[in-house]
């Protein structure tokens, strides 16, 4: 695992991070980036743009469209406040934006429950193995379909 340990933010401490992390990259915290990552934190599995705009739409009483959120959600992972869940489409809010990570994602077939770890040897081997061909990762994506303990 990491080399060392996260605080798992939560409720208006997750908040906080979140805005402290996109500050931190040069992007203002606005009124609809606050409604899309307090729409965005509020889900326990991985949520589409759509999902996300409906819950903004819900809270705000006006249309959002997707469009809009897809572009907020693509600022956020691009300032590790949220990750992408790419064989879903999908995002999570990242409890841990202050530290910067190649996620490993674990979903789960039966119940759609998906759950980040950290595995920083495993990435930096991945990262290896790429740079040895002559390759320059950006980003890996690593994700692992299965099942869950909870599902049978």
């Not at 080399?3 to 500050?23: C, I, P």
Request: hydrophobic share 45%; charged share 20%; net charge negative.
């Amino acid at each position: 695992m990491a080399a060392h340990h996260h605080h798992e933010s939560n409720g208006a401490d997750l908040t906080r991070a979140a805005q402290s992390a996109l500050e931190g990259a040069g992007e203002q915290w606005t009124a609809m980036r606050a409604s899309v990552f307090d729409a965005l934190a509020g889900f326990t599995k991985p949520a589409s743009a759509y999902d996300i705009a409906e819950a903004v739409s819900i809270a705000q009483g006006r249309r959002v469209a997707a469009n809009s959120v897809y572009r907020i959600l693509d600022l956020f992972v691009g300032a590790n406040v949220a990750m992408r869940v790419e064989s879903a489409n999908a995002y999570l809010a990242n409890s841990h934006p202050g530290c910067l990570h190649d996620c490993i994602f674990l979903v789960c077939d039966a119940c759609g429950q998906t759950t980040h770890i950290d595995d920083d040897k495993l990435t930096r081997a991945i990262r290896g193995a790429a740079s040895d061909t002559g390759f320059s990762p950006v980003r890996p994506v690593i994700e692992v379909r299965g099942k869950c303990a909870a599902c049978p």
